[in-house]
């Protein structure tokens, strides 16, 4: 998501939630399959393919880390124009922690970068500024680039929180909703130290919901302390 898609707040509602469809991948046009090939190895992607049938036709798939969506490249695969893909974003929660892995195994990445808004700066590569976001630990405004053999564009993008309704709610993992119960029981704990009795099921109902929403830890645990002095008249002293 670029920075200005960011500055919109809340996504807007979908009119009529259709048939679920995961974006699975994205082909990049490439002159030279074994070259492209090396250089994502270099990258540490999973390798899940490669597929040749004669002559023609090859298919190689990569995925990167814990991605939910992969690239595909080869012959016979695409027709546009090798190099000619730009701002395949990747989302990471640190950028520096990103750049220095991608530097160590040899790829040219650019210095980080954000973006502002300035007279006569409209274009993207018009509005970047070198170095780090001003406001650093906001999500969405810290960028690095660098791009495959062939050109094809990749842009780092740190994500640290989501945006309200910026995500689906998920498919949970029994992992993943265990560290969720996890997290919502530390904080209901401070939220019980000082609350009159009432029932934590509540509370950990309204904190996860909000949390599914998008919403980081603290603003999740306000939200149920609204939720439970609204509908459940359960008051903090001193709110």
């Not at 995961?22 to 070259?35: K, T």
């Not at 597929?51 to 990569?62: K, P």
């Not at 190099?83 to 520096?96: K, N, P």
């Not at 609350?195 to 645990?221: I, K, L, V």
Request: hydrophobic residues 35%; contains cysteine.
């Amino acid at each position: 998501m670029a920075s200005a898609d960011a500055s919109s707040g809340t996504a807007n509602e979908p009119s009529g939630i259709g048939t679920d469809m995961n974006l699975e991948v994205v082909s990049l046009p490439v002159a030279d399959v074994d070259r492209a090939k090396n250089f994502y190895l270099s990258l540490g992607w999973r390798l899940d393919a490669d597929i040749a049938a004669g002559d023609y036709f090859r298919l190689v798939q990569f995925t990167p880390p814990h991605s939910g969506c992969s690239i595909h490249f080869g012959k016979g695969v695409s027709a546009s124009e090798p190099g000619s893909v730009d701002r395949l974003i990747l989302a990471v929660e640190d950028i520096d922690a990103a750049r220095n892995d991608l530097i160590s195994r040899g790829v040219d990445v650019s210095e980080a970068y954000h973006y502002e808004r300035r007279p006569g700066h409209t274009g993207e590569h018009d509005s970047r500024v070198p170095g780090p976001d001003p406001q650093r630990g906001r999500s969405y405004w810290m960028y690095a680039s660098f791009s495959d053999p062939d050109g094809n564009g990749w842009l780092l993008q740190e994500i640290t929180t989501r945006l309200p309704g910026r995500e689906w709610a998920p498919a949970t993992s029994v992992a993943s909703l265990a560290q969720l119960l996890h997290e919502t029981a530390e904080h209901h704990g401070h939220f019980e130290a000082v609350a009159p009795p009432h029932d934590w099921w509540d509370w950990y109902a309204a904190y996860m919901t909000a949390r599914q929403a998008g919403n980081a830890p603290d603003e999740a645990a306000a939200s149920a302390g609204r939720y439970m002095a609204e509908a459940k008249h359960i008051v903090v002293s001193g709110t």
